[in-house]
C-alpha cells in the first residue's frame, strides 16, 4: 500500500476534461497552490516591505485599526464552525472508527465491509457511519487533508485534492485548509530560501507575498529582516522590527525580537527599537531584562575583544551600581574580564574579588589570580590559585602556571622548600604535563640532573612532547645513563628533531654541574680584548640579568665595534633577541653559534627559538 | 428467480462429449490481435473449455443451480460469436429456440429444467436472457452476415419492448420478466433489477429497433443506479423496488449485493458509458493487493458477507478498475480458471469487455 493515502480519485477522460474547463475559468487549480487564493484582502495589514520608511518612528498602530482582532476573531470562529458542521453520532463515540474512515478515505470497499462486520461482531448495537464515502463532505477526508497539513505533507494535499476533485469536479477543499496551504506553501519557500542564506530569494517572495508579514507568523518577518540586513537595508528591518515591537500581541515574540535585533543590528538602533517598545504597556518589565541583557552583550563584547566598541561610561557607571547593588556574582565576573580585557587590572581584580565574595565563584577566583599576577602581585596570585586549585581543572593550571613561569625564568630566584613542596605535590597529583618539565628545567638548571631526570621522566610517561624528551635526553646525558640517553633518542628522536639532533652529542658526558646557564657563562666570558670591551660584556650581562634585552643587544652591538664576541655573548646575544620575540633572528644565532662550536646552551637556543615558543606552553 | 449459488459445485453431468466442430479453424481476425500479456488465442482456449464443461449438444448448464436458463445460452452464444465458432453458436441458439422458446409471446422461458418431465415448467421471461440471447443474435448477423440471426434478434427485442418495457414514474424501465414484479404483485411497487440492464447491448438495439427508446431506457438504468446507493458501502441491491419514488431494496428479497449486482460494474465499462461516479461503488469491492473481497454485502449494515465464489468476480472488479483507473488487469486474472459456470463465464466476459474496449489495460 501507498504512503499516500488520499487517492480517492478516479480518472476518465470525461472529468479531466471537466476539470481542465474548470481551471481554464480561472477559479479552477492553480499550479503552486491549492486553489485560487481567497479574499486575500481579509488579512490583518501586514507589513509593508516596499513602502517608504514613515517619517515618525513609533508612530501609532494604524487607525483602520481591527486587523488583528479580525485576524484574531476569525481563528477564534472557524473550528466552532467546523465542529458544528460535524454530526456526531453519540451512541458511537466508544468505537473507534478510524481504520474504517481510513479504507473509506481509499476507496477500499472490501477492506471497509470487513472492518464493519470485525466492529459489529465486538459491538452489535453499533451502526457504522452513513457517510463513509460522502467524499464531498467526508470529515476523515478533511481531517487527513489537515493530518498532511500538519505533517508539512504540501505535495501530497496537493495530488489529494486533485484527485479527488477529478472524481468530484464541484468537491472544493474547506477555505480555511487552502489559505493555511497557500500560506504554508510561500511559507516553506522563504524558509527554505532563508536557510539557504538567499537574501535576495527571501525578499524577492516577501515582497510578492504582501500579506505575509503579519503577526501571526513572526519567524518569516524575523527572516525577512535578517534577509534586508544582509542586503544591507539596515534602515528596513528596524523598521520591520519595530512594526513587531509596536503591533504583535506575543509579548515573547516581541522579546525575541529585540534579542534578534540585538545580534544583527548596532546597539544604537537596537536601543532606538526599544525606545519605541516602550509605547507597549506590557513591555516594561521585559524590556529591563532587555536591556541589561544588551548591556551584558556590550561589556561581554569588549571582555573578548579589546577592540570592540567601548562601552560608554554613562551606561557603564549605573550598571556597575546595579551589579553592587544586587550582588550579581556573575556580573561582576563579566565586568572583571572586561577591565582585564582593557587591562585596567586593579578595575579588574577589584570586580573578580567582590565576586569571590558574593559568591564562591572559580571563575571570579581565576581572574582575580590572572589579575594579580598581571600587576606583579605572583605571590599573592599563586597564594590564590593554590586556595582555589580544588574547585576548578583550570585554576590548578594556572597555578603551575604561575610557578612554572617563576622557576624557569631566565634568572631564577631558588624557590623555598614548602613552595617546591607543594608544586611538586600538585603536579604529582595532576599528573601536569607542563608543571612537570618545568619542575625538570628548574633543577636542571640548578645543577641537580638527578632530580631533574626524574621530573623528565615523569613528564614523559604522562605525555611525550619534544621538550620533555629533549629534557630527558639531556639529564640522562647528564646524569651520564647513556642507555637512557639512547633510548630517549631512539624512543622519540623521529618524532622529535630536536631530540634526534642530540645524536651528535652522544660522547662520553661532561663534568655534572658544570655551568650551563647563560648568563653565568656569558659572565665568564666576558674577557678578552681591550678593557672597554670587558666592561661592555659585564654592562650586557647586568642588563640581559635585568630584563633590559634591548639595552643588552645595544650593549653587545657597541662591543663588537670593539672586540669580537665570543661564544658566550653570542648566547647571550641569542637569548636576548629570543627574549625580544625576535625568534627568526634568535634562531640564526644559535644556529651560527651551533655550527662553530655546538653546546647544550646553543642545542637549546636552537631548538626553543625554532619551536617560537617558551617551552611552559608546549604539552599541556 | 434469484440466483442461488449453492456451497457444493456439482460437477458436469455426465454425457458424451460432443464432437466439436472444428472450433479451432474458425479463429476470427479480433481474436488473433495479441492483447498485452492475454495470451493470443486466450479466447479459443477458454471457450473450447468452456464448451466442454458446460455445453451439451447446444444446452448451457449451470452446474450449480443444476439447470439451464436463458441467460446461460445467452451468454454462451455470446462468447460463441466473440470466439467466432459458428457452428457451436448456432448449435446453443438452435436449441434455445426449440427448447425455450416456446411461449406465444416470443420470449424464453427463463428455466429448463432436466429433472423434471415438462423441462420447461415456468413460461415466464427473465429480460435479461433474451436481451442477451438478442445481442448475441445480433452481433452473429453482423459478423457472419446473417439476415436470420438478424431477423431473429429483432424479433425477440420487439418481443422484449412490448412485454417488459414499462413507462413508470421513474422514466422507461425494464421488467424483469412478464409476469409477478409489476406494482400491483408487491406492497413496495415495481420490482427491478439493474443487473438486467446490459448497457453494452443497448447500442446494438439502437440500429435494430427504431420503435423502442433504448437510450431512454438506458437513461432511466443510469438514474436509478445513481440512486441505488444503498447502506454505508452506498451499493444496489440485487433486487429494487421503486414504489415509493426512490428505489429502496425490494422486500421480497433480501437487502443484498449479491450475485445479480456483481454484473453491473461489468456493464457499466462494457458499454464505456463514462459514469465515474458510478463506478465509484465498485471498484474497491475486491482489493487485490491482499486479494480480499469481492463478498456479498448486507446493505443496511455494509458488513461483508460471504466472498463471491469464483475469480470471475474479482475480473469483473478489475474491468472496472480500468475503466475508472485505467488500472492494468491483475496478472492474476489473465487466465481464465476452471470455475463454475456463472464466475467462469463473467470472467470471460470482463475480458472481452477489456479487450473491446480497454486495451491498454491489458
Redesign the interface.
Known sequence: ?KSMSLVLG??????LSAVTAHAADGSGLRPGLLLSQLDSAAVSAPFDLKAPPPSNAGSKPAPTGGPLLMSTDRQAASPIAQTAARPVREANTKVDESALRFYAS?????????E??RI?VLNPSW????D??DEAGDPAVEQKLWDLFGEGRYDEIRVAVENIRK??PNWRPPEKLVREFDKAHVRAQLIAASDAKDAHGVLAIAESQPDMLVCADVDSMWRVAEALIQMSQEDKAQELYKYILTRCPNPDERLATIQKAMDLLPAQAVKALMAAARYRSDNGSALETVQLDLMRRQIGAVASDASAPPVPPADLKPFEALVKQKKTSNDAVLLGWHYYALKSWPAASEWFKLAMDWDKLPKAAEGYSLALRQQGQLVEAEAIAFEWRNTSPLIVKLFVEIVATAITQANPTSLEEARLARMEDVVSTTKSVNGSQALGWYHYNKGNFPKARQWFAASVSWDATETNALGLALAAHRTGDRALFQKTIADYGKQYAAVAALMTYDKPPATPGKGSRIARRGAGGGGGGSPQAGQLANAAVEQFKNGQYREALATLDKRSGVAREDHGLGVLRGWALYHLNQYDKAREKFVELDKKQSTRDTQYGVYYAGAKLDPLHRGD | MARQMGMVLVMLISGAVLPLCAAAASLGAETTQAAGDLAANWLETAWGTYKKRFVRAGRVIDDVNRISHSEGQGYAMLIAVKAGDRAAFDEIWQWTKRELYVDPSGLAAWKWDDSTASKVTDKNNASDGDILIAWALAEAAERWGSMKYREAARDIIRAVSKENIASSPMGTILMPGRIGFSPESHPDGQVLNLSYWVFPAFERFKTLDSETDWAAVQATGLKLLRESRFGPLRLPADWIAIGSGQPAPARAFPAKFSYNAIRIPLYLAWAQLNQPDLLRPFVGLWNSELNLGPFEVDLSSGSAQQTLGGTGFKAVIAAAKCALHKQKLHVSLRKVESDAYYATTLHILALLALQERYPECL
Open positions: 500500500m478516479c480518472i476518465s477522460t470525461t472529468v481509499q476507496n477500499d470497499s472490501a477492506r471497509v465491509a470487513m464493519i462486520k459489529k451502526e457504522p457511519p452513513s463513509l464515502f472524481a468530484d
